[in-house]
T-cell receptor, first 111, second 114 residues
Framework: DAKTTQPPSMDCAEGRAANLPCNHSTISGNEYVYWYRQIHSQGPQYIIHGLKNNETNEMASLIITEDRKSSTLILPHATLRDTAVYYCIVRPGGNTGKLIFGQGTTLQVKP | AAGVIQSPRHLIKEKRETATLKCYPIPRHDTVYWYQQGPGQDPQFLISFYEKMQSDKGSIPDRFSAQQFSDYHSELNMSSLELGDSALYFC?????????????FGPGTRLTVL
């Protein structure tokens, strides 16, 4: 299974963009990059996913490098409610679909 | 929109007792996943079901068993409870059981073993 590496913590000012990096240098060609977040012991919340193209939805944008070895999650205008642990997950191949959570990045949005 | 429902939300048990956690997936979702999150830890995959058949198994103790019923709800049965079983238990559901299907999580059941 591809391993991901994320910084343990980051700060962001409210209203500014939050850019959360993730390294996944051993990712395979058919593995997707998923981002989830967990707000204080709530159930993890799906944010976005992608394979090789950049993706955008109402919550965030996902930028994947051309070699697919790293990606960046962008929250365009962070609010205090975005304070959470953000997990970058590479879904293993096959059809089981389990999520393997790594350490994640604790994002603290400050006023 | 309907979400994943888990019951109970909180459960307190004594050591060596048995506990049953229930998960009701989003309507028309046919795949259920169970995760365990210990204090200060990240969620860990336990087991999953697709169309009522076990599809994958993680680090689930032999004391735990689970199944998915004909209405697609799932139950996680935990016997001979130990102090270390105290954790948040999350259920997630998706449609299709494929690696690209997005999983949506429930609010979790907080199990405390005394």
């Amino acid at each position: 299974d591809a391993k991901t590496t994320q910084p343990p913590s980051m700060d962001c000012a409210e209203g500014r963009a939050a850019n959360l990096p993730c390294n996944h240098s051993t990712i395979s060609g058919n593995e997707y990059v998923y981002w989830y977040r967990q707000i204080h012991s709530q159930g993890p919340q799906y944010i976005i996913h992608g394979l090789k193209n950049n993706e955008t939805n109402e919550m965030a944008s996902l930028i994947i490098t051309e070699d697919r070895k790293s990606s960046t999650l962008i929250l365009p205008h962070a609010t205090l409610r975005d304070t959470a642990v953000y997990y970058c997950i590479v879904r293993p191949g096959g059809n089981t679909g389990k999520l393997i959570f790594g350490q994640g990045t604790t994002l603290q949005v400050k006023p | 929109a309907a979400g994943v429902i888990q019951s109970p939300r909180h459960l307190i048990k004594e050591k060596r007792e048995t506990a049953t956690l229930k998960c009701y997936p989003i309507p028309r979702h046919d795949t259920v996943y169970w995760y365990q999150q210990g204090p200060g830890q990240d969620p860990q995959f336990l087991i999953s079901f697709y169309e009522k058949m076990q599809s994958d198994k993680g680090s689930i103790p032999d004391r735990f068993s689970a199944q998915q019923f004909s209405d697609y709800h799932s139950e996680l049965n935990m016997s001979s409870l130990e102090l270390g079983d105290s954790a948040l238990y999350f259920c997630a559901s998706s449609s299709g059981g494929r690696v690209t299907d997005t999983q949506y999580f429930g609010p979790g059941t907080r199990l405390t073993v005394l």
